[in-house]
């Protein structure tokens, strides 16, 4: 698996120079080192991930969102079992998330078992987006956490701003 910081570091518990420089300008995390960690003490017991890289861990509440990409096809249930696992040492819920090229293909994964019934994006004249998730009023029960934290999690993930509507 491929880490934002180097196996050196991750091994070792020590940060090196540049990635020390990494976590100072927070490019990376606290949280994120933690969960690389995990990832690659775990990595022979799930050797399917070796080939996915690791980007992105937030955290709100007792929600833990874990941002990976794979090169393979699509690991869903491979992701569900590795974050039961990651979820019974934290203690936390965790949702991991596929990096997908599409808006409506990453917030489908971040509500999942909630579904997407709409996606509108409106372009901001100062160059930005903020897009409007709806979701049916039954839905919104399902959802992995409440409506703020996942807003949080989407804008910070994403880099917009993201709203969840019924």
Known sequence: MQFPICYFCLKSGLLCKTCDEKLRKGEITKLDIE???WFLDNETKYPQIRDCVFHKAVQRGDLLVVLVGCRSKTLSMLWRKVGKALGDEKGLNVRIVEKSPSLRGFLSQL???????????????????????????????????????????????????????A
């Open 35 to 37: 969960v690389a960690k």
């Open 111 to 165: 509500l999942f078992p909630a579904k997407v019934v709409a996606l509108n994006t409106i372009w901001l004249p100062d160059g930005t987006c903020e897009s409007t998730v709806r979701v049916s009023t039954e839905d919104l029960k399902k959802l992995p956490a409440d409506v703020k934290a996942l807003e949080e999690v989407a804008r910070e993930l994403l880099g917009e701003t993201v709203y969840i509507v």
